[in-house]
């Protein structure tokens, strides 16, 4: 209490027991929870708790800690599922306001496949909707449509390549900030090994296992570049190809070794050079640029120009990829609504509710016959005469490729009075841009003599004005 004390000395702020808790071992008696209570006028709590938004427990990871996650996404497509909405703006949801729910725990830690398996269940049930209080067919897989574009899918983000991401940027902290949070693990975990070498051990905590996991898949992308050179000799990637240690005889002992011993007076010492590494390595040693000495080593990120973490850099480098269509490209246009673009992509890959797509939903000899279809062909029937009905959509592309319409010309021509009769014809219109209308008049006799003409501009008036 007295640290406690100090703090708000310092600081000016000052704590609220109220939100404040402690906790203490599963075998610790009720009577020194009780003086802690009184003492601290804190509450008492066990684990699991929430944290900021983040489930706090201890042993292994469990989908029902997450349930706070997984319920909140539940509550908001049941929320949006009633409503009319098209393909584009249940997309729009999915992306901008859905997925953006978890970003905060998986910023700070991994949750169970399970969870994530669960969560994109959810947003691909409101993806393809409902009717009549049951779920539609999901024509495509919600992993296929977490492809790019580009790619044949439909620009949805995996969740579970947006968590790697986050993991991978959790290595990027832990290599290259000096904070509290590195402190810690530094002192607990590596102390006195080196962190690229360290392995996970059995009894070590499930963070620490996710970072050693994830290590083989960031480090290939972290390139140091030497001033003060302290980076490690043997275990970071300096040379732009790797650890030195991927190159070197296993049954070599390696130590904590770093860069700057190598460096004297601003140069390589090639002698040292020739004693630890093979003969094969020493260029890239050399092409090395030694920088302001002065300064501390500084890491990039090879995956972006200017060498900053970026998280998007990462997803797009560990995510699973297809070949790539340049069709999609027109097809996903910018200028194109999403619902029109998704429409098309649905044609191109058979995922519309046709006959010839439907076989496996049909029972005995029972013929599903869909609205779309059907209206299709009463259309075609009457453009073309008889279809039957029972025609595939093949068949129906090919009546209309091969169809050549028959142009028909109605011959106009000004009919002549009767003698002795004058004939006047009238036209008027309005350009509504500018509010502007004219109208105008030819007269002229049974043998199309022009008896006279007139022409007047009037403003202020409509196309029924402007005619009569």
Request: charged share 20%.
């Amino acid at each position: 209490m007295r640290q406690l004390s100090r703090y708000e000395l310092i600081s000016g702020q000052r704590i609220n027991a109220t939100k404040s808790c402690f906790i203490t071992a599963t075998h610790t008696d009720r009577e020194t929870r009780k003086k802690i209570k009184k003492i601290t006028g804190f509450s008492h709590k066990t684990f699991p708790f929430t944290y900021l938004g983040c489930p706090i427990f201890t042993g292994r990871k469990n989908i029902c800690y997450f349930t706070e996650m997984t319920t909140k996404i539940l509550k908001y497509t049941g929320a949006w599922q009633g409503n009319l909405l098209s393909f584009g703006g249940k997309a729009a949801i999915i992306q901008q306001v859905l997925q953006s729910q978890t970003m905060h725990v998986l910023a700070a830690m991994t949750p169970p496949k399970d969870a994530f398996t669960q969560i994109e269940k959810y947003l691909q049930d409101l993806f393809w909707g409902h009717k009549e209080g049951k779920k539609k067919h999901h024509w495509a897989s919600w992993k296929y449509l977490c492809f790019p574009k580009d790619e044949c899918g439909a620009g949805f983000k995996s969740l579970f390549d947006i968590q790697t991401a986050f993991a991978m940027k959790r290595w990027w902290r832990l290599r290259t900030q000096d904070n509290l949070w590195t402190k810690f693990m530094n002192a607990k975990y590596y102390k006195r090994v080196n962190l690229v070498a360290r392995k996970w051990t059995s009894g070590q905590s499930r963070s620490w296992k996710e970072l050693m996991l994830i290590k083989q898949f960031a480090e290939p992308h972290m390139l140091w570049k030497i001033n003060k050179g302290k980076v490690m000799f043997w275990w970071d990637n300096w040379t732009g190809i790797g650890p030195l240690s991927l190159y070197v005889n296993g049954d070599i002992a390696l130590g904590n070794m770093q860069v700057r011993e190598l460096i004297i007076e601003d140069r390589w010492n090639n002698e040292m050079q020739q004693i630890l590494v093979p003969p094969n390595l020493h260029q890239y040693i050399n092409q090395i640029q030694i920088f302001y000495r002065g300064r501390t080593d500084q890491c990039y990120w090879m995956l972006t120009q200017d060498g900053t973490f970026i998280c998007a850099s990462a997803r797009e480098n560990i995510r699973c990829r297809q070949n790539k269509n340049d069709t999609f490209n027109a097809v996903w246009h910018k200028d194109l609504p999403f619902k029109i673009s998704f429409l098309i992509w649905r044609i191109f890959f058979k995922r519309l509710p046709l006959d010839n797509t439907t076989v496996k939903f049909r029972q005995g000899n029972t013929t599903v016959v869909y609205e779309i279809s059907f209206n299709l062909k009463i259309y075609l029937r009457k453009e073309f005469g008889f279809v039957p009905l029972e025609a595939s959509w093949r068949d129906l592309c090919i009546l209309v490729d091969a169809y050549k319409p028959k142009l028909k010309v109605i011959p106009v021509c000004w009919l002549k009075p009767a003698p002795m009769l004058l004939k006047l014809n009238t036209d008027g219109s309005l350009m509504s841009s500018t509010n502007k209308a004219g109208g105008g008049g030819i007269l002229r006799d049974h043998q199309r003599n022009l008896i006279m003409a007139f022409s007047v501009s009037m403003i202020y008036c409509s196309n029924n004005m402007a005619e009569t």
